[in-house]
């Protein structure tokens, strides 16, 4: 079981970059697929982007490709969401979450959550 804890949220323009961390503490972090999640007041929580700790494989939402990085540290038990070219419609709630199964986009797969970070683009 893992605790994760995100950071690195805040207000920024449309056009700009936010790098957002989050850090697990417990065992078997490498054995983790993490991911990122958000969520506003008017959607249900969407799947972002994960890295899946069985393929290797980095995953994204159609919206954010090319846009956003995911990468993972397992000797710093971290992993972090690079996010440029910001737009509005990128704010809400993001979350860190894990699991150990295969289904990345699916949120009740995941079995460990953050308590989330607000990241706000303004127009």
């Known amino acids: 079981q893992v605790h994760l804890v995100e950071s690195g949220g805040g207000l920024v323009q449309a056009g700009g970059s936010l790098r957002l961390s989050c850090a697990a503490s417990g065992r078997g972090f490498s054995s983790y697929t993490l991911a990122w999640f958000r969520q506003t007041p008017e959607k249900e929580r969407e799947f972002v982007a994960a890295t899946s700790w069985i393929s290797g494989n980095a995953y994204y939402q159609d919206s954010v490709k090319g846009r956003f990085n995911i990468s993972r540290d397992n000797a710093k038990n971290t992993v972090d969401l690079q996010m440029s070219s910001l737009k509005p419609e990128d704010s809400g709630v993001y979350y860190c979450?894990?699991?150990?199964?295969?289904?990345?986009?699916?949120?009740?797969?995941?079995?460990?959550w953050g308590q989330g970070t607000q990241v706000t683009v303004s127009s």
């Open positions: 979450a894990a699991q150990q199964g295969i289904r990345v986009v699916v949120a009740s797969e995941y079995t460990e």
